[in-house]
């Protein structure tokens, strides 16, 4: 059973850095992507940024470029996602999610992750 974990969050101040950690269990395929998502009160839930397994490529959507990076440790199955520059914007809990469709390798279409994990609150001060 494919398991993922969120952790991490907290209340942090605006500017202040956070990391976020994903450990993922339960699953044996190769080729597979892991994304983080985010939900803030009253809003859709929107893609923050994915990794690929095969390569480790990153991407991110336009409003974390340059402050948001995701990182994976292979060895223990864990990816992160490491928050800097944090805006109060940045509020909503997070979610991390695995998908086995590689196609598009930076997509963000939630209906392509099969796997979610529990979300994690992140909370931003001003």
């Known amino acids: 059973e494919v398991q993922l974990q969120a952790s991490g969050g907290g209340l942090v101040q605006a500017g202040g850095s956070l990391r976020l950690s994903c450990a993922a269990s339960?699953?044996?395929?190769?080729?597979?992507?892991i994304g983080w998502f985010r939900q803030a009160p009253g809003k859709e839930r929107e893609g923050v940024g994915c990794?690929?397994?095969?390569?480790?490529?990153?991407y991110y959507v336009g409003s974390v470029k340059g402050r948001f990076t995701i990182s994976s440790d292979n060895a223990k199955n864990v990816v992160y996602l490491q928050m800097s520059s944090l805006k109060p914007e940045d509020t909503a809990v997070y979610y991390c999610?695995?998908?086995?469709?590689?196609?598009?390798?930076?997509?963000?279409?939630?209906?392509?992750?099969?796997?979610w994990g529990q979300g994690t609150l992140v909370t931003v001060s001003s």
């Open positions: 999610a695995l998908r086995r469709v590689t196609v598009v390798p930076g997509s963000l279409a939630i209906y392509e992750y099969d796997y």
């Open positions: 990794i690929m397994s095969r390569d480790a490529s990153t």
């Open positions: 339960g699953f044996t395929f190769d080729d597979y992507a």
